[in-house]
């Protein structure tokens, strides 16, 4: 059973237009959402994250958007760059239930592709 | 980047032996996990430490042990590794129970 889910698994967008990355969940008890990057034979780095009593979170090129009700979230790259050719992984945790330890749940990932 | 490093970084070995990998830290964070990442799966927990001694199960723990003796070495051991655990894992890292986790290069394992 998925409960992170990224539908598409791959994504290719121009240099300089939008890249709009997109993950469902089903758990409602998350409240807490994170997006990585992943080049390949590296380790996952973090991108930016996002808690449930916000909408929205901003950092720089990087915008992620959440809609609680439809439990989704999505990751916009304006403008987008031959760089940013990576596989981004969605995940989520409930950072407020009292347990010992941040457990995130990962979707499966989607290769954005940058065309120059 | 966090300073966190995974050995060996490629491994091959038969079905039946015993494997051990290596995460070392030099932040001093006191989480710890273990991951592994598989196509159509993406990552997924495999144990993790929250503290020296202190360790717990993730999501697909069988077949998987680990130990922390030291707050900067984790250890995860497939005790007789079988052809399921061909995996590429990651160590992760993080200061406290809702920071952010950061993660190793990784070890790609082959069992044939």
């Known amino acids: 059973d998925q409960q992170v889910k990224q539908n598409s698994p791959s994504l290719s967008v121009q240099e300089g237009r939008i890249s709009i990355l997109n993950c469902d969940y089903t758990?409602?008890?998350?409240?807490?959402f994170l997006w990585y990057k992943k080049y390949p034979a590296e380790g996952p780095t973090f991108l930016i994250s996002?808690?449930?009593?916000?909408d929205k979170n901003e950092d720089g090129r990087f915008t992620v958007f959440l809609n609680k009700s439809a439990k989704h979230l999505s990751l916009h790259i304006v403008p987008s760059q031959p760089g940013d050719s990576a596989v981004y992984f969605c995940?989520?945790?409930?950072?407020?239930?009292?347990?010992?330890?941040?457990?995130?749940?990962f979707g499966t990932g989607t290769l954005l592709a940058v065309q120059p | 980047d966090a300073g966190i490093t995974q050995s060996p970084r490629h491994k091959v070995t038969e079905t039946g032996t015993p494997v051990t990998l290596r995460c070392h830290q030099t932040?001093?964070?006191?989480?710890m996990y273990w991951y592994r990442q598989d196509p159509g799966h993406g990552l997924r927990l495999i144990h993790y430490?929250?503290?020296?001694?202190?360790?717990d199960k993730g999501e697909v723990s069988d077949g998987y042990s680990v130990s922390r003796s030291k707050t900067e070495d984790f250890l995860l051991t497939l005790e007789s590794a079988t052809s399921s655990q061909t995996s590429v894992y990651f160590c992760?890292?993080?200061?406290?129970?809702?920071?952010?986790?950061?993660f190793g290069p990784g070890t790609r394992l082959l069992v044939l």
């Open positions: 992760a890292i993080s200061a406290g129970l809702t920071e952010t986790q950061y």
């Open positions: 430490s929250y503290g020296v001694k202190d360790t």
């Open positions: 758990n409602s008890m998350f409240d807490y």
């Open positions: 995940a989520a945790s409930r950072m407020n239930y009292g347990g010992a330890t941040n457990k995130l749940i």
């Open positions: 932040e001093n964070h006191r989480y």
């Open positions: 996002i808690s449930s009593i916000k």
